[in-house]
């Protein structure tokens, strides 16, 4: 990375004037210009080099290029911190400058939390909010071309003889010339798809990878294979390519409801794109929730946990309105409110078991290919196997008893039919309150759902807490 050619300081990026400038002497340059002047004494800029920073909790892996200090790591928000080396990385072929400022983007992170009524009030405090790191994430940038003949299978009705019913197949061929360049997915195992996915990047504002870009930022190593996503690039090519195809009325005439388009990886970039990015313990300091805010758009990906008190607190308030109505019914009997009590405790017990399947898919990633990509070993032979993977979630008793309980005691009421009213009435404030504490147990279980265990060295993904 160049320095200041009048002082021999470090620069850093300015992201609302798009130039770098050293702070030392005041000195400003236009980071493409610079790139020019450090080419007449430097051939080439395949390599650059930084300092890596690694945490000595979970194992993260930062680069830094400046002399900036790493106060804490953005993964687990661990500060135990240790400078490592000096390396040397294979420069990225293109760059997408951070265009946003971190007071921007924080802007945008404070509107989306107000925005949701039931967030815990840390996820709210200065301190989460002063944890926004300004990072370069890796990405892979395919190009897919598909030019000439692509052939579809259709049908068309002919007629019909008894019970027999007959239709013409058809060949529907289109010439095809199209290219998506710009489709990206990242190369960092540890971040996920779905949240790399959600806050996409505009492809057409890249431009050569000059390292002055970096100044003042951390960077990530990727760690995955960019030949991973070639399918996924592929799939997001054919179906755009479909929706195009679709208003061409033949398809539809004989009977080609999805014409589909063979798209090819042509070219693949490296890229570095720009993110601020914050990790927040939850309050049993167990979980991490994760922050990312596109540093090109301002979109915002957060994890969104639930307080259960204003959860309870709005529950309570919204049930103000409903006794009035209900209480507008001239007469409600025992057993229907005993057949109201059952109808939550299966609703909530579906709910529940619901939210758990949701918990083994997040966890276990499987939906994630960066993630399971680093589960595959080749034996001796180059077959492929897969190493193990983290614990599932279970439908533990401490869930299903509550719903249980409920349920039996407000069929025994019904099947019984107890002379006095009260017996009916006490079976459903019993399941009533069974029913609010399972509640407490969804929320729970949404709040691991929107969280991740705190990673260990050696051991990422893990809860080594149990």
Known sequence: MAKCPHCGAEFEYDVTKKSVYCAYCGSEFNPQELKKEVKKAKKSEDVISGKTYSCTQCGATLMTFDETAVTFCSYCSSQNIVENEVVKEKAPDVIIPFAKTEEEC??????????????????????????????????????LVHNGDCINKGKKYNHRSGDYVYYDDYDIHAVVNASYDGVSFDLLSKFYDDYSQSIPFNAKEMVEFNPNYLAGFYADRGDVDS???????????????????????????????TPKVGFGVSNERYAMFPMYFASIRSKDDKHIHY??????????????????????????????????????????????????????????????????????????????????????????????????????????AKYWVKYLIAIILSLLMIIFSPVHDAYYYVSAIIGLILMIWSFNDLVGIHNQLVSRPIPQLEKRGGDESE
């Open 106 to 143: 924080i802007k945008n992170y404070k509107r989306k939390i107000s925005n949701f009524l039931f967030a815990p009030s840390y996820m709210k405090k200065d301190m989460v909010i002063k944890k926004f790191r300004g990072i370069y994430m890796p990405y892979a940038v395919y190009k």
């Open 227 to 257: 030949h991973t996503y070639h399918s996924d690039a592929c799939i997001v090519a054919t179906n755009d390519s479909t929706r195009f195809l679709n208003k061409e009325k033949i398809f539809s005439k004989y009977g080609c409801a």
């Open 291 to 396: 922050a990312a805010i596109n540093g090109q758009t301002g979109k915002v990906a957060a994890d969104m946990p639930i307080s259960f008190v204003k959860y309870i607190l709005f529950s309570l308030i919204l049930s103000i309105p409903i006794f009035f109505i209900v209480n507008l019914i001239p007469m409600i009997l025992p057993k229907v409110v005993n057949f109201f009590v059952i109808v939550m405790a299966i609703t909530a017990w579906i709910m529940c078991a619901n939210e758990l399947n949701k918990c083994n898919d997040r966890y276990g990633r499987y939906n994630d290919k960066g993630y399971s990509s680093q589960f595959i070993e080749v034996d001796e032979n180059g077959k492929e196997k897969k190493r193990k993977r983290e614990k599932q979630y279970k439908m533990k």
